[in-house]
């Protein structure tokens, strides 16, 4: 079982918003206060979309946010459109030494 | 272009070893951590190993901590994992991933990856 839990799946209409959850369940990860989330296509490697909690890479649209309240950090994409559909990893990181984990994904549906 | 580029993987029997290796291009490679992720076939993804920029810091997930090794020679911009006492459970996709500074477990770009199958 994930220090990070995620639901296994979602689902969206194309122009809703939906959001993604991912909670810190395990006292192993406290300190690692950083996180991050991955975008993932069948057969493709991941690719960072946010990363510090709430930052975006160069490129990324700004439909997708990141927030967090307590234990939970959560993604959101507003807008949804089909190119959408895909899993998405949180991942939780410290700047200090490279060790990192992730939640166990979540298989987002584009209707 | 940053790219980074898996090989070594293949098929070997359960508690043979094997070596990965990853080529770094088109950023200044020792200047940043790098990590290992593997990914079953039709699972998550789950963090290997990470190694800090000169070496120094090396972190080792549990599922792999005394049977994996990681290193790395900044001289020729590669990236290594030694994996001994290989079992089935091993068999992945094996991600070698590029960190955004010398120490950092964020990860902000991916090889294309390399499969290990364990039989």
């Known amino acids: 079982q994930s220090a990070l839990t995620q639901p296994h799946s979602l689902s969206g209409s194309p122009g809703q918003s939906v959001t993604i959850s991912c909670t810190r369940t395990?006292?192993?990860?406290?300190?690692?206060?950083?996180v991050s989330w991955y975008q993932q296509y069948p057969g493709k490697a991941p690719k960072l979309i946010i990363y510090?909690?709430?930052k975006r890479p160069s490129g990324v649209p700004d439909r997708f946010s990141g927030s967090r309240s307590g234990d939970t950090t959560s993604l959101t994409i507003s807008g949804l459109r089909p190119e959408d559909e895909a899993d998405y990893y949180c991942?939780?990181?410290?700047?200090?030494?490279?060790?990192?984990?992730f939640g166990g994904g979540t298989k987002l549906t584009v209707l | 272009e940053v790219q980074l580029v898996e090989s070594g993987g293949g098929l070997v029997q359960s508690g043979k070893s094997l070596r990965l290796s990853c080529a770094g291009s088109?950023?200044?490679?020792?200047?940043?951590?790098m990590h290992w992720v593997r990914q079953a076939p039709g699972k998550g993804l789950e963090w290997v190993s990470g190694?800090?920029?000169?070496?120094?810091?090396?972190q080792y997930a549990d599922s792999v901590k005394g049977r994996f090794t990681i290193s790395r020679d900044n001289a020729r911009n590669s990236l290594y994992l030694q994996m001994d006492s290989l079992t089935p459970e091993d068999t992945a996709f094996y991600y070698c991933?590029?960190?955004?500074?010398?120490?950092?477990?964020?990860?902000?770009?991916w090889g294309q990856g390399t499969l290990v199958i364990v039989s």
């Open positions: 991933a590029k960190a955004d500074d010398l120490w950092s477990g964020l990860v902000d770009f």
């Open positions: 088109g950023f200044t490679f020792e200047d940043y951590a």
């Open positions: 190694v800090s920029w000169n070496s120094d810091n090396i």
């Open positions: 395990s006292s192993h990860v406290a300190g690692y206060d950083y």
């Open positions: 510090d909690v709430v």
């Open positions: 991942c939780s990181y410290t700047g200090s030494y490279p060790y990192t984990f």
